[in-house]
């Protein structure tokens, strides 16, 4: 089997295991029915997201010029607490810009390696900590918009982390932590403004297992654009990675807007 795409995030299910999905052509192939088969992902050029020129991907899946211009990529993506819609201030365009930052937020502690806090949009709860490859998370707080939920995490990142280690991640190197203790010891530094957003009452852990049939000891990361056909059986997915058996991995998300021919054998 032979399939032609361009790359987007996988998109994923919270099951017993998660479920992943890859977009190819007009379709939707199950990654996890393919564990124990060979794979090959054959590198064809780009195709950016946004403007869908075939011109080199800068990065998130966007040309260079989108980068810098598109409202989908503004700095407050990455940092939450930069928002201004809520202050009726454009950054690159003001009614995207409410239509995403006015909503519900959730500020969250997870563990893919470490213990992390982070910032989602409450519609993104739980696909947000798979495609971190965490195995359990634990909401803190829930706000009405991005910018209370980024100056909570401002605050909390003095205390915790808010970085995963993606190499110990796939290697399921993972530190055994109890949520609800953690929450509890940071429950004091939440800014004062967000401090009424505090979910007393929601003490549920989400546990979140993978389809992985062995782990890699040694990581190699592939790059389509070193390596531009790349061929191994697949062990394994996690987070938004592709694991194979010679301890290849293969980041689906950081190569998004890469047009690929994925063989199936």
């Known amino acids: 089997?032979?399939?032609?795409?361009?790359?987007?995030?996988?998109?994923?299910?919270?099951?017993?295991?998660?479920?992943?999905y890859l977009n190819v052509e007009d379709d939707f192939l199950n990654m996890n029915q393919l564990l124990g088969r060979e794979l090959e992902i054959s590198f064809e050029g780009y195709h950016?997201?946004?403007?869908?020129?075939?011109?080199?991907?800068?990065?998130?899946?966007?040309?260079?010029?989108c980068f810098y211009t598109s409202a989908q990529v503004g700095d407050w993506i990455m940092r939450?607490?930069?928002?201004?819609?809520?202050?009726?201030?454009?950054?690159?365009?003001?009614?995207?810009?409410?239509?995403?930052?006015?909503?519900?937020?959730?500020?969250?502690l997870a563990v893919s390696s470490n213990v992390k806090v982070g910032v989602t949009r409450k519609t993104q709860v739980p696909y947000r900590w798979i495609d971190q490859g965490a195995t359990e998370a634990i909401e803190i707080v829930e706000v009405p918009n991005r910018f209370l939920a980024g100056i909570t995490?401002?605050?909390?990142?003095?205390?915790?982390?808010?970085?995963?280690?993606?190499?110990?991640m796939?290697?399921?190197?993972?530190?055994?932590?109890?949520?609800?203790?953690e929450r509890e010891k940071l429950k004091i530094y939440i800014p004062e403004e967000t401090k009424p957003y505090f979910?007393?009452?929601?003490?549920k852990i989400t546990k979140i297992n993978y389809p992985v049939k062995s782990y890699p000891i040694k990581i190699k990361s592939l790059s389509l654009e070193?390596?531009?056909v790349y061929k191994g059986e697949l062990s394994g997915i996690k987070g938004?990675?592709?694991?194979?058996?010679?301890?290849?991995?293969f980041n689906v998300r950081n190569s998004e807007g890469y047009k690929v021919i994925i063989t199936i054998s």
């Not at 401002?154 to 993606?166: C, F, G, I, Q, R």
Request: with cysteine; net charge negative; proline share 2%.
């Open 1 to 20: 089997m032979q399939y032609q795409t361009i790359l987007k995030k996988m998109i994923t299910e919270l099951n017993d295991e998660v479920d992943y």
């Open 48 to 65: 950016c997201l946004c403007c869908e020129k075939e011109k080199k991907i800068f990065r998130q899946g966007f040309c260079y010029d």
């Open 80 to 108: 939450p607490e930069l928002s201004t819609a809520h202050l009726d201030i454009e950054d690159r365009n003001l009614e995207y810009e409410k239509k995403v930052q006015l909503q519900p937020h959730i500020v969250y």
């Open 153 to 168: 995490e401002v605050a909390l990142k003095e205390y915790v982390a808010d970085k995963t280690s993606w190499q110990k």
């Open 170 to 181: 796939l290697k399921n190197e993972v530190l055994d932590v109890d949520l609800f203790e």
């Open 199 to 203: 979910l007393e009452n929601n003490g």
């Open 226 to 228: 070193k390596t531009h």
């Open 240 to 249: 938004q990675y592709l694991m194979f058996k010679d301890g290849t991995v």
